[in-house]
């Protein structure tokens, strides 16, 4: 019987050690459990236990940093340079603040032409080195960072590419000059109709239209069949012209019944629609589907007198 007690104490003993070690604390754990399954009697405890002082033994953490709008920026010294100046470099809560000023979600990021974002990244690249300053990959001029705006605490009124102060002190001219406009900031002329690698919107209830849609791999056009062009250069196609659409693995000809149209490029009773629409057919030239599952230009209708065409539009139950 006492050689089974003291297997159940030698067990308890080890799991006490094992649980306070394990707690993480650095202060010694009361004694009482060790104490009840032990076989010598103990009546008073230690004095080491009972003035324990936990400030001197307990471990020191990091205490949150609570948000300052009044914070003051600053700048550490980095290195020495060969000529004697001394390198700075942004301090953590310039560098922190900065990261959260420049950070854009992937939506914006995707719509960035490739010029702005090599402007975005090389400006990112700049904050994360901890630099005031970065060269335009495009021009080589030097840019000021957003660390440098908010380590000056205020806007300078030059409209800055990256000042985060929203040009507060920027004249009335430079704030309109800042102001997003699409005949400014493209880089190149809108398109002024469909051509090669433009994505279409099958508009059938055809099998193979249903499946290209709704797989995330749209219809692309690789070739217009359209005459009076030279040779090396496809014309763009507009409403009514037959394409050659790459489709789930396959070449398929297509009629063009929905076209996005720049409002540039708009024509008086032409609707135009947000997508690219598109209608199969078969290697007969028939259409794939039977039905037609969204409205298109009544402007097809003048080409009712094309016998391929004309099966096109009894499949239409809408025209707008």
Same mark, same amino acid.
């Given at each position: 019987?006492?050689?089974?007690?003291? /297997?159940?104490?030698?067990?308890?003993?080890?799991?006490?050690?094992?649980?306070?070690?394990?707690?993480?604390?650095?202060?010694?754990?009361?004694?009482?459990?060790?104490?009840?399954?032990?076989?010598?009697?103990?009546? %008073?405890?230690?004095?080491?236990?009972?003035?324990?002082?936990?400030?001197?033994?307990?471990?020191?953490?990091?205490?949150?940093?609570?948000?300052?709008?009044?914070?003051?920026?600053?700048?550490?010294?980095?290195?020495?340079?060969?000529?004697? /100046?001394?390198?700075?470099?942004?301090?953590?809560?310039?560098?922190? +603040?900065?990261?959260?000023?420049?950070?854009?979600?992937?939506?914006?990021?995707?719509?960035?032409?490739?010029?702005?974002?090599?402007?975005?990244?090389?400006?990112?690249?700049?904050?994360?080195?901890?630099?005031?300053?970065?060269?335009?990959?495009?021009?080589?001029?030097?840019?000021?960072?957003?660390?440098?705006?908010?380590?000056?605490?205020?806007?300078?009124?030059?409209?800055?590419?990256?000042?985060?102060?929203?040009?507060?002190?920027?004249?009335?001219?430079?704030?309109?000059?800042?102001?997003?406009?699409?005949?400014?900031?493209?880089?190149?002329?809108?398109?002024?109709?469909?051509?090669?690698?433009?994505?279409?919107?099958?508009? +059938?209830?055809?099998?193979?239209?249903?499946?290209?849609?709704?797989?995330? /791999?749209?219809?692309?056009?690789?070739?217009?069949?359209?005459?009076?062009?030279?040779?090396?250069?496809?014309?763009?196609?507009?409403?009514? %012209?037959?394409?050659?659409?790459?489709?789930?693995?396959?070449?398929?000809?297509?009629?063009?019944?929905?076209?996005?149209?720049?409002?540039?490029?708009?024509?008086?009773?032409?609707?135009?629609?947000?997508?690219?629409?598109?209608?199969?057919?078969? +290697?007969?030239?028939?259409?794939?589907?039977?039905?037609?599952?969204?409205?298109?230009?009544?402007?097809?209708?003048?080409? /009712?007198?094309?016998?391929?065409?004309?099966?096109?539009?009894?499949?239409?139950?809408?025209?707008?």
């Amino acid at each position: 019987m006492n050689s089974l007690k003291g /297997r159940l104490c030698e067990t308890k003993n080890l799991m006490w050690n094992v649980f306070s070690k394990a707690s993480g604390r650095w202060y010694p754990q009361p004694e009482i459990t060790q104490r009840s399954c032990s076989t010598t009697s103990m009546t %008073d405890l230690p004095e080491k236990s009972q003035n324990l002082d936990k400030t001197k033994v307990t471990p020191i953490y990091v205490g949150s940093r609570k948000k300052d709008n009044n914070k003051i920026y600053e700048l550490i010294p980095f290195k020495e340079e060969k000529n004697g /100046r001394i390198k700075r470099k942004t301090s953590q809560i310039l560098f922190e +603040d900065s990261l959260r000023k420049s950070e854009i979600s992937y939506e914006v990021y995707s719509k960035l032409s490739k010029e702005e974002r090599d402007i975005y990244m090389a400006h990112l690249k700049a904050i994360q080195d901890r630099v005031l300053t970065y060269k335009d990959p495009k021009t080589g001029y030097t840019v000021m960072t957003v660390s440098q705006h908010l380590y000056k605490a205020k806007c300078c009124g030059s409209g800055c590419r990256h000042c985060p102060y929203e040009h507060k002190n920027a004249p009335e001219e430079v704030k309109k000059s800042k102001k997003y406009e699409l005949s400014r900031h493209r880089s190149r002329p809108p398109c002024p109709g469909i051509h090669r690698m433009t994505r279409f919107l099958v508009v +059938d209830n055809s099998p193979l239209g249903k499946e290209a849609n709704t797989s995330g /791999r749209p219809a692309y056009c690789i070739h217009v069949y359209k005459q009076g062009k030279r040779a090396k250069h496809m014309p763009h196609a507009t409403l009514g %012209d037959k394409v050659l659409v790459a489709i789930q693995g396959q070449m398929k000809k297509a009629y063009v019944v929905g076209a996005n149209t720049h409002v540039h490029y708009r024509k008086h009773g032409v609707p135009s629609t947000d997508t690219n629409n598109i209608i199969l057919l078969n +290697d007969e030239g028939n259409p794939l589907g039977n039905r037609i599952t969204s409205p298109i230009p009544a402007y097809l209708l003048k080409n /009712r007198d094309k016998p391929q065409f004309s099966k096109v539009l009894a499949l239409a139950k809408k025209y707008i």
